[in-house]
C-alpha cells in the first residue's frame, strides 16, 4: 500500500497501541474498487479538506466522533517526522486512496468523517446563499448600491466596521434606518483623525444624525456591515446579513478598482463569527464624542462554543494577534503580542496544501511567510501551477531589487543578536516581485501609469487565493507584515462543495484579470505609440496585464522618450502631467 510504503521510510503512521477496541481492523479498506462507492464526490471532497486543515488535531477527530485508532494515526500520518501538524515537514493526503491506507482507516472511520462535513453536501445546501459582486462596476450594478437596498431593509440593527466611507449615496439610507429606531453602530478608521477637530468631518455627520461611531487605536482595515445580526440571541443568526471583502464605500472602490464584495444571506457560522469580532473590537474601541446625547450600546457576548460547525465555511481575523487592555492615560487600547501571525499562519497552510493549482490577486506581496511558502511550493511541488496577479505598484526593477537587497543586510548588520530587530528588518518593507520573476513563478502586474498615484490609480485591489480550483480564501487582508501586525482585518474561507458557483465566479473574474488587454493588444500597441509615434502620448493609459519583461520595457521607453518623468515636478503631482509632450 502507497502510505504503508511511505510511514516505513519517513515515520511510523501506527500510533501508540490504546486499549479501546476499533471499529476498523488495522487493514480494514472504506474504498473497495470493484463496488461502487457509497459516498458522493462532494462528501469525498470533504474528507480530504478536513484531514487537510492546518489545526487538524487527534481531539478536534474525537470530538467529533472519529474513532481514537483512525484519529491517531490520520494526524501522526500528517504531522510527518516531528510530530506536529502546521509545520515545514507536514504530508498532505492527496486522495482518498491515500487516506484510506492509513492503518485502522476503513468503513467507519470514512462513515465518521464524511459526517463531519454532512452538511456541506446536502442536497437543499443553499449555494446561493452566498453571493459575489465584483468591481469595477457601473455605480448602480455596484456593492455599493446593492449595501444601500440591504440598508433600507434593515430592521433591528446595523453595526459597521469601515477603513474608509465616502459614498454619498449611503448617507441617506443610514439615517432613513435611524429615523425608522435601527440601531446603527460604526467602528470608522477615519475618526481616529477626526476626533480632533470633528466638525464639519464624515464622523460628524454620521454621529449628528444618530449613527455611534468609534474608533481603535490600530489600523481598522475591515469593511464589513453585520444587517440584523445576532446582537442579542443565537438564534438571530440565521436571519442575518453579512457583507464584507476587499471594497470600501466608495465611489473609486465600486466603478474603478478591481474589488470583490461577499454577500452571505443567513449564514449562522460567518454571522456569529463577525459579530463576535464587532463585539470584541467595540468593547475596546473609543468614543469620538460628537453627538452627547447618543449612548453606548453593547451587547451579549458570544462564546466560540455556540458558533457552529460548518466545514463550507470559515473566517480568520488578525485581531488574534492583539491583546486589549486600558491604558492609564488613553483608556480601551490594543497592543500587538509578539509572535502572533495568525492570518499569515492560516494562508501558509492553504498554500501548502495546493495540490494542483494556486491564482493569487492581490494589490500588495509585501509578506516575507507568504512569499516564501509560495517559493518553497514552486520549488518543491513544480505539479502545482502558480500565478500572481499584482497591482503596479509592485514591479520592482533589478536597481530597486538590488537597494533592499543591501538595505536588508545592513538592517540585519545593525539588528546584532536581537530578534525582535532582526525580525523587523526581514519582515516589514520588502517587495517580493522581482524575487517571483527571479524563480520563474509567472507573474503579472495590473499596469495602466508610468508612476502610481491613487488619485487616478484603476488599481488592483482584489486580497484572494483561489486554490485547486475549489478553495477561495477572500477579504481585507493585504499581503504584508502591515497588516498581520498594525490592522485589523479578515479573511473569509469558502469551501468549492458548498459554493461551487461561488468558486467558478471568483475563477472567471480571475482569468479576466491575467489577460487583460490581451485580445485589444494594448501593450503592443503603447509600446509601439511611445517608441514610433510622432505625436504627443498619455502615460495614463487603459489597464493591461503585463508581465515583469514588459512593465520594464514599458517603463524605459517612456523614460526615454519623455525627460519630464524624471524630473522632480513630476513625481511630485504626476496627475498633472497625464500627457508626454514630443
Not at 536597481?399 to 525580525?423: F, H, N, Y
Not at 499596469?447 to 484603476?458: L, R, T
Not at 484572494?464 to 482585518?489: C, K, Q, R
Request: proline letters at 4%.
Amino acid at each position: 500500500m502507497m502510505a504503508l510504503f511511505a510511514c516505513a521510510l519517513m515515520v511510523a503512521c501506527e500510533a501508540a497501541p490504546t486499549p479501546e477496541e476499533s471499529p476498523d481492523g488495522k487493514f480494514a479498506v472504506a474504498m473497495n474498487p470493484l463496488t461502487e462507492s457509497p459516498w458522493s464526490d462532494c462528501e469525498l471532497e470533504t474528507v480530504l479538506f478536513i484531514v487537510n486543515a492546518l489545526d487538524l488535531t487527534e481531539e478536534t477527530l474525537k470530538e467529533k466522533g472519529v474513532h481514537t485508532r483512525a484519529a491517531q494515526n490520520i494526524v501522526a500520518y500528517r504531522a510527518g517526522e516531528d510530530g506536529l501538524v502546521g509545520t515545514e515537514d507536514d504530508r498532505f493526503i492527496e486522495t482518498i486512496e491515500e487516506l484510506d491506507d492509513i492503518y485502522f482507516v476503513g468503513p467507519a472511520a470514512m462513515e465518521q468523517l464524511v459526517a463531519m462535513g454532512a452538511k456541506a453536501c446536502l442536497e437543499t445546501a443553499p449555494s446561493e446563499a452566498i453571493e459575489v459582486v465584483f468591481s469595477p462596476a457601473t455605480y448602480h450594478e455596484s456593492h455599493i448600491a446593492r449595501v444601500s437596498t440591504l440598508i433600507d431593509a434593515a430592521e433591528r440593527s446595523l453595526d459597521i466596521a469601515m477603513y474608509s466611507f465616502w459614498d454619498n449615496g449611503l448617507i441617506a439610507p443610514l439615517e432613513d434606518a435611524v429615523d425608522r429606531g435601527v440601531q446603527v453602530r460604526m467602528i470608522f478608521n477615519a475618526a481616529k483623525d477626526d476626533k480632533k477637530s470633528p466638525a464639519g468631518t464624515r464622523s460628524a455627520v454620521l454621529e449628528a444624525m444618530g449613527v455611534d461611531v468609534r474608533y481603535v487605536n490600530k489600523v481598522m482595515h475591515h469593511k464589513f456591515v453585520l444587517i440584523d445580526g445576532p446582537q442579542d440571541s443565537v438564534a438571530q443568526a440565521d436571519e442575518a446579513i453579512l457583507v464584507t471583502g476587499s471594497a470600501n464605500w466608495s465611489w473609486s472602490a465600486a466603478t474603478r478598482y478591481d474589488e470583490h464584495t461577499l454577500f452571505a444571506y443567513g449564514n449562522d457560522k460567518l454571522n456569529l463569527l463577525f459579530q463576535a469580532e464587532f463585539n470584541h473590537l467595540w468593547e475596546y474601541s473609543r468614543d469620538l464624542v460628537w453627538n452627547e446625547d447618543l449612548e453606548r450600546v453593547d451587547t451579549a457576548p458570544i462564546s466560540p462554543l455556540v458558533i457552529p460547525d460548518d466545514m463550507g465555511v470559515d473566517a480568520v481575523f488578525t485581531s488574534a494577534n492583539f491583546e486589549p487592555y486600558e491604558h492609564s492615560t488613553y483608556g480601551p487600547t490594543f497592543k500587538v503580542v509578539s509572535g502572533q501571525n495568525t492570518v499569515s499562519d492560516y494562508l501558509v497552510s492553504v498554500i501548502l496544501s495546493a495540490k494542483s493549482s494556486i491564482d493569487i490577486a492581490s494589490g500588495h506581496l509585501r509578506s516575507r511567510p507568504i512569499a516564501e511558502a509560495l517559493l518553497e511550493v514552486h520549488k518543491l511541488k513544480p505539479q502545482v501551477a502558480i500565478r500572481v496577479l499584482l497591482d503596479a505598484q509592485e514591479y520592482t526593477s533589478e536597481s530597486r531589487q538590488e537597494k533592499q537587497e543591501e538595505k536588508l543586510v545592513e538592517c540585519l548588520q545593525e539588528a546584532g543578536d536581537s530578534v525582535s530587530k532582526a525580525q523587523k528588518c526581514t519582515d516589514v518593507g520588502y517587495y517580493f516581485a522581482r524575487e517571483f520573476h527571479e524563480a520563474g513563478i509567472p507573474l503579472r502586474f495590473k499596469w495602466y501609469a508610468y508612476k502610481w498615484h491613487y488619485k487616478y490609480a484603476e488599481q488592483m485591489h482584489h486580497k484572494h487565493f483561489i486554490i485547486d480550483g475549489a478553495l477561495v480564501v477572500a477579504g481585507s487582508y493585504n499581503l504584508s507584515d502591515n497588516a498581520e501586525h498594525n490592522t485589523f482585518e479578515n479573511m473569509v474561507r469558502l469551501h468549492g462543495a458548498l459554493y461551487p458557483e461561488l468558486v467558478s465566479d471568483f475563477e472567471e473574474n480571475f482569468e479576466t484579470l491575467w489577460v487583460q488587454g490581451e485580445d485589444e493588444e494594448r501593450y503592443e500597441s503603447y509600446l509601439d505609440e511611445v517608441v514610433n509615434g510622432l505625436d504627443d502620448f498619455p502615460i495614463i493609459v487603459a489597464p493591461m496585464a503585463i508581465d515583469t519583461d514588459q512593465v520594464q520595457a514599458i517603463k524605459a521607453a517612456i523614460l526615454e522618450t519623455c525627460p519630464m518623468v524624471a524630473q522632480d515636478y513630476f513625481h511630485q503631482e504626476p496627475w498633472k502631467h497625464t500627457v508626454c509632450e514630443r
